[in-house]
């Protein structure tokens, strides 16, 4: 057995002269000896073939030079071939004896290769004699004849040393000499001197692809032989076990010292892996887990197990496995490992119960989930691997918590968790990766009508009533929906695509779910652009004012102007409001923005009469802000203003949260002297019963 070859040896080899490459030279790795060996082993079964073929061609051409026209030197030419045919015939037995006769192959491999060398140059060398020698039979159909004969058994002779190629240069050698021998200094010769130059090249690239796939192979099989020798020492010396399964989850392995620590009777071959394993029901999370990943043919990494056959279990391992494909994606079963967790088991699954799980719901965490979408959507098992993620925001949760205290969100997150793992079920994987927010992962699903249907019954299960503390509570929830690998093939790209769906789920009412589609990117791409442009065109100063004149119905004179935000976008030209001020508030621009036009329409109004107001839209994330009341008194005091000249239109959206903060607002502004008008009534939240509240000095209602 080799000892793996260091990388230093490895880019060595690579350099090797080319002596040693071509095995003219001792070389010190037992490899290229082996190689070596093997090499002229297989010439030694083919050079009787070319010894016969060149005695048949010697016997061929007297015959053809005896039965040829009476001819001046013919006699001379028949005696010349026989005087060739014996000297080939004493170079191939040398050749022979070389490679077959007992004493002499105990000769080093390298000392034989070189012996074979020149035995093939000079049988080379005198098959081109014997060629030159035919020319001088009388032209003809015979000439031609003698001359196939002698490349004939050249092309033999080449092919049967082919494997060797120090003996396949010696060839090209040995007839590049007897050329030179024979039609001295010329052209010919320098042609021939050119092609052997060809042929040293190619034969020294296939004597280094030679050597190399013999390292490689010895490496190789060195490693199998170590590994082999490495897992039975690991499983004899009780520091872990290996075991495999079919596809339909049952054992075709299971390491002996396994079997005996079961107490099993029977030979566990052919049973399922849950019939002999079940997972540990103390730990958050992990019930029918080990049935899920069989079922779903995914990998799972460290699982606490214990023996399904005793009800008490004393000894527990660690368990591991992933799927196993063929060249073809096909799925062949499951192969894994195992180690003893008897001693360790508390403090490990507490360790991985930390790692792993949501403490409050005991759900995956965000971590686990995004773990486990990885390993989903890398395990192929056929064309592609089809999985849907789910990702869910709980409606109203916030009310609940802000009403009822967070202990009391606490207790209904850890109900919903439950609801969703009865929903769920061995379906697919359910975790919480933050406040109100769910995600769950479904392999091999990607039916559409199946996943709409459990989205309903999800949304529906989530909505029945809650009580806690003996006070019933009603959310929603809304489920964006992400199927690979046609939204995306990795888990960053699915994840964000489901959230898109989320997105538009929210934008489409709540309580509701939808399917990710590419108009969701590209509106989300278009409202990424133009928050960008947005910010450019708050530090460039590209907004302006536009004022709509405000008519008294009874005078039927202008009392005051209505001021617009206007933005001539460079190459999308006039964008309307509604297309930019709901990205300005997604992205918190609104307030940047609301502030520049309060105190631009406060300076313009400065240059105006006295009698004639001033009329501001105001958001309700204005409205929200605390620190609104200083910034309008700022306004006032930079343009001069009186305050009553200012007025400040508000949206029934600020009614959504009605809470004390939003009277304390009503009251402070009212403080300040400003006027305060309804905007668009009758839109929105319309309710008579805040008018009777709200200290509106006047109500402007919508048109439609």
Known sequence: MYAPLPVADRRARDRSPAPAVFGLREDPREQVAELLDRKLAQVAETWPIAVATQMVGCVLLVALALIAPPAAGLATIVASIGIHAAILAVMSAGVFGVLRLPGLREWPAYKRNRALTAGVAGVAALSLSLLWTVERVPSGSLQLACSIAVLGLIAVTAVSVHAVRAATLGLGAGIVVMLAVCAGIGVPLVVAILFLGCLGVVAHRLARIDVAQEMNRAEDANEGRLAIRMIAEFEDQGTGWFWEADRQGRLTYLSAKVTNELGLANDPVGQSVTDLFRMDNDVPGTERTLAFHIASRTSFTDYSVCAATSLECQRWWSIS???????????????GS???????????????????????????????????????????????????????????????????????????????????????????????????????????????????????????????????????????????????????????????????????????????????????????????????????????????????????????????????????????????????IPVAEECGLIEAIGEWVLRTACLEAARWPGSVRVAVNVSPIQFANPALPALVTSALAQSGIAAGRLELEITEGVFLDETRSSEQMFRALKGIGVRLALDDFGTGYSSLGYLRNAPFDKIKIDQS
């Open 321 to 335: 496995g992933r799927p196993v494909v063929d060249d073809l994606g096909r799925f062949q079963g499951f192969i």
């Open 338 to 580: 195992g180690r003893d967790l008897t001693e360790q088991r508390k403090s490990e699954a507490e360790i991985t119960r930390l790692a792993l799980f949501d403490g409050l719901t005991g759900l995956a965490n965000r971590q686990r989930m995004r773990s486990s979408l990885d390993k989903t959507l890398a395990q192929k098992t056929g064309p592609y691997r089809a999985t849907s993620l789910f990702l869910m925001d709980l409606d109203r949760f916030k009310a609940v918590n802000d009403t009822l205290g967070h202990q009391a969100g606490d207790t209904l997150l850890k109900q919903v968790a439950q609801r969703l793992q009865r929903g769920i079920a061995d379906a697919g994987l359910v975790g919480r990766l933050g406040g109100d927010e769910f995600q769950v992962v479904l392999p091999g699903i990607d039916n559409r009508e199946t996943l709409a249907a459990l989205s309903r019954e999800v949304i529906a299960s989530l909505s029945e009533p809650y009580f806690i503390s003996g006070t019933s509570v009603t959310i929603g929830c809304s489920i964006g929906i992400a199927i690979a690998p046609d939204d995306g093939d990795d888990a960053e790209t699915l994840v964000r695509n489901a959230d898109l769906a989320l997105y538009a789920a929210k934008a489409d009412g709540r309580g509701v779910h939808r399917f990710y589609s590419d108009d969701m990117l590209t509106g989300a791409r278009t409202r990424k652009l133009l928050e960008d442009d947005l910010r450019a065109a708050i530090s460039d100063g590209a907004f302006h004012l536009c004022y709509q004149p405000i008519v008294s119905t009874k005078s039927a004179q202008i009392v005051g102007y209505e001021a617009l935000i206007r933005w001539n976008h460079p190459t999308r030209g006039l964008v309307s409001p509604a297309d930019f």
